[in-house]
């Protein structure tokens, strides 16, 4: 029986994509590349030169009203599973890992009754750290990842741990930084890592441009 795969492309860099995910994307019927409008999808532009079969530009709006949103996972689970039934093979790739904050997961849960295989992936804070040589812990140390959607996540973030991840920091940046300024912690702002246009920024309260959705911070206590 034909399958899912579930695959994580990386970051951004095209040689941090993982041998495995080469082979599976190599032999994959039909290559699902999410995308928010159009056929306008980072994961594609990261694992297009390894894929061999079809590919398919499968719309994730980025909406918020919820109801709205399960519509369109539900439509696009029929339309993978059907491929799925005809005897395709299909691989749903996703930039990162696809059990971080990924599309997939939506596409995972309903995949019920069928063979599902994930391909992990290196992730952004991953890359980023390798990249400004900055560990995200060490020793016994623990360190969280904080999505910057809720001010007071974050804020209970920096009470209770000295490594802290803060991805998606474009929605909330300027309250991000007052927070790392106020609790005096140490960070990098890192943007589009391993990507074209990517920049590293030291001095977060002196950066003024506009800050791109594939940015995130790590921060340590001094």
Known sequence: MAKLYGVGVGPGDRDLITLKAVKILEKADIVIAPASTGDDSIAYEIAAPYIMGKVMFMEFPMIHSKEQLEMKW??????????????????????????????FIYILKRMAGFEVETIPGITSYNAAAAKVNIPIAEGKQPFVVVPSGDIQEIEKAFSLYDNIILMKVSQKYSEIVRIIKENKFKAV????????????????????????????????RV
């Open 74 to 103: 539900d439509e696009n689970v029929d339309i993978i599973k059907a491929y799925i039934n005809s005897g395709n093979n299909v691989a749903f790739i996703t930039i990162g890992d696809p059990m971080v904050y990924s599309t």
């Open 189 to 220: 702002l890192i943007i589009r890592c391993g990507h074209d246009k990517e920049k590293i920024v030291y001095d977060l309260e002196g950066y003024k441009e506009k800050i791109d959705y594939l940015s995130i911070i790590i921060a340590k």
